[in-house]
């Protein structure tokens, strides 16, 4: 099925440990994004990716790294996970004009 | 800095009954708008987008509206069902090819 496929769904993590979360579309979409979503706050923007090889900043880039070595792949490496970060994590991706906005179904993240 | 407010943040209304979800966002030179609605655990979809230059769109039971000098968007829904439970958000895009803005979302409750 075309749409954004996030791994894993669930992770668990101790304090200091590093991992990274996958991301892949199959829809030819130029833009990429990551969100994390905390409880009754909106999403906010992590990173984003207007094309291979490029990256930029979003709302919250602290404790995060991103890399777009691909159009079909977008992984969000989070390094010295802090429980600060425990969330919900979305990638996205679009058109330029953000028509065909996809979610993936998220990754579940707790850091203790 | 673009922000996006939702109101109220939950709604509780017997089934069969028109409601009208709100959304205002403080910057009126967006680029677009989009409504998502996202079920418990689960990722965003896509429900309506409209152009800076529309004033509605409309899909199926659902009716978008978009009011860029005054800041506001409604998400009208008619005949509501249970199964339009979910909550709803609200997105501002402000340029072409970047990042939506998110509002924290309505979390409307259909009962019947």
């Known amino acids: 099925n075309a749409g954004v496929t996030q791994t894993p769904k669930f992770r668990i993590l101790k304090i200091g440990q590093s991992m990274t979360l996958q991301c892949a579309q199959d829809?030819?979409?130029?833009?990429m994004y990551w969100y994390r979503q905390d409880p009754g706050m909106g999403l906010k923007l992590i990173y984003y990716s207007v094309g291979a090889g490029i990256t930029d900043k979003g709302e919250v880039p602290n404790g995060y790294n991103v890399s777009r070595s691909t159009t079909e792949d977008f992984p969000l490496r989070l390094e010295l996970a802090a429980p600060s970060q425990t969330s919900v994590y979305f990638c996205?991706?679009?058109?330029?004009?953000?028509?065909?906005?996809?979610f993936g179904s998220g990754t579940r993240l707790t850091v203790v | 800095k673009q922000e996006v407010t939702q109101i109220p943040a939950a709604l509780s209304v017997p089934e069969g009954e028109n409601l009208v979800l709100n959304c205002s966002f403080t910057d009126s030179a967006i680029y677009n708008l989009q409504w998502f609605r996202q079920d418990p655990g689960k990722g965003l979809t896509s429900l309506l987008l409209?152009?800076?230059?529309?004033r509605e769109q409309t899909s199926g039971r659902l009716n978008a509206s978009l009011d860029k000098s005054s800041g506001r968007s409604t998400l009208y829904i008619a005949a509501s069902q249970p199964g339009d439970s979910a909550t709803y958000l609200c997105a501002v895009g402000n340029q072409a090819g970047t990042a939506l803005i998110f509002g924290k979302g309505t979390t409307l409750s259909v009962s019947s």
């Open positions: 409209i152009q800076s230059s529309q």
């Open positions: 996205a991706s679009s058109s330029r004009d953000n028509y065909g906005y996809t």
């Open positions: 829809m030819n979409h130029n833009y």
